[in-house]
């Protein structure tokens, strides 16, 4: 059973350029969110994809964008880039609902990253 | 805004060693878990408390979920050199669609 799998795992950007990072989640899941990871720091919350429409979004701003496929397949869209978007993106899946006599809480499951560099 | 603090920001021990790493806030979450990141890998869920006072054990870890739910601990016992990482608290809320993750707290235990 294939886990959340990201694409790439590294790239290279310089100031300016736009940057797309693909998330294929893991089976069974429908939603998927993604999170900026900076050095030294805990995820921040980007967006989250359900239904192929964005249902939540933390405070990044517009140069962020994202789109969710009919195979529940995600892709992350960062224009204008910045050297403040160099970091690791994490693409989380889940299922919509918590799981069914679980914690009520969901369990994301999260690939391995893409590490952007901006230079 | 939800906020999650953590402390220490970082812990070097030895092996066999004990020690216990904190997560705090000032919102009640409806649920709280921890994770585990290890280098260039992303985060991997090791649990999830949801009952204020709640203890939960996953062999030589310990979790506890404060009374209020506001804050939680992670005890680890006699701390091996593969329990270095990262160790990540989140705050779920929102019916467990939203997560808020703290800064982490990034252990090395020596051989």
């Known amino acids: 059973d294939a886990g959340v799998t990201q694409s790439p795992t590294h790239l290279i950007k310089t100031r300016g350029q736009q940057v797309t990072l693909r998330c294929s989640p893991k089976?069974?899941?429908?939603?998927v969110s993604w999170y900026q990871q900076a050095l030294g720091q805990g995820p921040q919350f980007i967006f989250q994809?359900?239904?192929?429409?964005?249902?939540q979004r933390g405070n990044f701003p517009d140069r962020f964008s994202g789109h969710q496929f009919p195979n529940y397949s995600s892709e992350l869209n960062v224009n204008a880039l910045l050297l403040g978007d160099s970091a690791l993106y994490l693409c989380?899946?889940?299922?919509?609902?918590?799981?069914?006599?679980?914690?009520?809480?969901?369990?994301?499951?999260f690939g391995a990253g893409s590490r952007l560099t901006v230079l | 805004t939800q906020l999650l603090e953590q402390s220490p920001q970082f812990l070097s021990i030895q092996e066999g060693e004990n020690l216990t790493v904190y997560c705090n806030s000032s919102?009640?979450?409806?649920?709280l878990q921890w994770y585990r990141q290890e280098p260039g890998e992303g985060p991997v869920l090791l649990v999830t408390v949801v009952t204020g006072g709640e203890v939960k054990k996953l062999k030589r870890l310990t979790f506890q979920f404060g009374d209020a739910r506001k804050d939680s601990s992670l005890h680890i016992t006699a701390a091996q050199p593969g329990d270095t990482g990262l160790y990540l608290c989140a705050g779920v809320a929102n019916y467990g669609q939203n997560f808020v993750f703290g800064p982490g707290t990034r252990l090395s235990v020596l051989p």
């Open positions: 089976s069974g899941h429908d939603t």
């Open positions: 989380a899946s889940s299922p919509l609902t918590p799981l069914a006599g679980g914690s009520g809480a969901n369990v994301l499951t």
């Open positions: 994809y359900y239904e192929e429409e964005e249902r």
């Open positions: 919102s009640v979450f409806s649920s």
